[in-house]
């Protein structure tokens, strides 16, 4: 019982601090890739400018427009932070670091990280502003699409693995990372990642050329930092999800400890994100939608038959 009491405040303190530290890391990244400067101002290499950053959410004016739903208002943005970290208690970071070993690990997952539409919905509606309210359904309409391809696209995975396990999913990669024999399902799940973190080139809901700031709009202070809080413990949560599914998890040569390989190849992935910020133009929110319908679907099914039918033909 002790034990398990550690690795969950182990996994809250890694979990918040990567949060912070995103901030830092996606800013210098941002300018290593665009050759600009980064922070570098605030500390050696601009390294307190997430000290900074958080002192001026927790000292900005808390405004709560007079016209808002004022419960539904404050409690909106803490769905996000509690959806993701709940994501996180089925994830194995190593053979023994794991909240809770469930048989439906996976299934869990998708259900926690489905609820982070609520968020959304709830802040543009609570807004009582129509351009918030619009912003909330265009992202609840994008990640209500793209978590159906993201659970297609793991069913190849589960069929492999013939388990929800995710401990168990890792360990069925030690002869083969899934990432060989599932490498379509690897990038639908990655793209629907991006749709589902509302991440460049997919932040349509919220980008700077579209409805104000969307659902966020009337957010201020603390609150406003939890919707961005809850954004980068998404990639991360993604990120740990795809190297869980694909990359083998903490498996790597014994001259590391399984927990650092998994950090090592998480971080790769979270780097990944922030390149696609740098670099990736914004599809139209049509082309966006039409895209995952009618490409990214019948690809999903595609991967899920096909590794269906050969798992099948090897078996018999």
Same mark, same amino acid.
């Given at each position: 019982?002790?034990?398990?009491?550690?690795?969950?405040?182990?996994?809250?303190?890694?979990?918040?601090?990567t949060a912070a530290g995103l901030i830092w890391v996606e800013r210098r990244m941002l300018a290593l890739w665009q050759d600009r400067y980064g922070p570098n101002r605030a500390g050696?290499?601009?390294?307190?400018?997430? %000290?900074?950053?958080t002192l001026k959410l927790f000292f900005k004016e808390d405004w709560i427009p007079p016209f808002a739903d004022k419960i539904v208002f404050v409690f909106a943005p803490g769905v996000?932070?509690?959806?993701?970290?709940?994501?996180?208690?089925?994830?194995?970071?190593?053979?023994?670091?794991?909240?809770?070993?469930?048989?439906?690990?996976?299934?869990?997952?998708?259900?926690?990280?489905? %609820?982070?539409?609520?968020?959304?919905? %709830?802040?543009?509606?609570?807004?009582?502003?129509?351009?918030?309210?619009? !912003?909330?359904? /265009?992202?609840?309409?994008?990640?209500?699409?793209?978590?159906?391809?993201? +659970?297609?696209?793991?069913? +190849?995975?589960?069929?492999?693995?013939?388990?929800?396990?995710? /401990?168990?999913?890792?360990?069925?990669?030690?002869?083969?990372?899934?990432?060989?024999?599932?490498?379509? +399902?690897?990038?639908?799940?990655?793209?629907?990642?991006?749709?589902?973190?509302? /991440?460049?080139?997919?932040?349509?809901?919220?980008?700077?050329?579209?409805?104000?700031?969307?659902?966020?709009?009337?957010?201020?202070?603390?609150?406003?930092?939890?919707?961005?809080?809850?954004?980068?413990? !998404?990639?991360?949560?993604?990120? !740990?999800?795809?190297?869980?599914?694909?990359?083998?998890?903490?498996? !790597?040569?014994?001259?590391?400890p399984p927990v650092i390989w998994f950090a090592i190849k998480t971080f790769c992935f979270i780097l990944l994100f922030i390149l696609f910020r740098a670099s990736m133009p914004r599809?139209?929110?049509?082309?966006?939608?039409?895209?995952?319908?009618?490409?990214?679907?019948?690809?999903?099914?595609?991967?899920?038959?096909?590794?269906?039918?050969?798992?099948?033909? %090897?078996?018999?």
């Amino acid at each position: 019982m002790t034990n398990f009491w550690w690795i969950i405040g182990g996994v809250l303190f890694a979990l918040l601090n990567t949060a912070a530290g995103l901030i830092w890391v996606e800013r210098r990244m941002l300018a290593l890739w665009q050759d600009r400067y980064g922070p570098n101002r605030a500390g050696p290499f601009g390294l307190l400018v997430v %000290l900074a950053d958080t002192l001026k959410l927790f000292f900005k004016e808390d405004w709560i427009p007079p016209f808002a739903d004022k419960i539904v208002f404050v409690f909106a943005p803490g769905v996000v932070m509690l959806s993701v970290l709940m994501s996180f208690v089925v994830m194995p970071f190593g053979p023994h670091v794991i909240v809770a070993d469930l048989n439906i690990g996976l299934l869990f997952f998708l259900a926690m990280s489905s %609820l982070g539409v609520y968020s959304v919905v %709830l802040g543009g509606w609570a807004s009582n502003n129509k351009y918030a309210l619009l !912003g909330a359904m /265009r992202g609840a309409s994008q990640m209500i699409s793209y978590e159906v391809f993201m +659970g297609l696209a793991l069913m +190849g995975v589960v069929v492999l693995s013939g388990s929800f396990n995710l /401990r168990e999913i890792v360990e069925a990669q030690r002869t083969m990372w899934f990432i060989v024999p599932q490498f379509l +399902g690897f990038l639908i799940f990655l793209v629907a990642g991006v749709a589902e973190t509302h /991440r460049l080139p997919f932040d349509i809901p919220e980008a700077e050329s579209e409805l104000v700031a969307g659902f966020h709009s009337e957010y201020s202070g603390m609150k406003f930092g939890m919707f961005f809080i809850g954004e980068y413990l !998404g990639i991360t949560l993604i990120s !740990g999800m795809l190297v869980t599914l694909y990359f083998g998890g903490w498996l !790597g040569p014994a001259f590391l400890p399984p927990v650092i390989w998994f950090a090592i190849k998480t971080f790769c992935f979270i780097l990944l994100f922030i390149l696609f910020r740098a670099s990736m133009p914004r599809p139209r929110y049509d082309q966006l939608m039409e895209y995952g319908w009618k490409v990214l679907f019948p690809l999903s099914i595609l991967n899920l038959l096909v590794t269906a039918a050969i798992k099948l033909w %090897l078996n018999t």
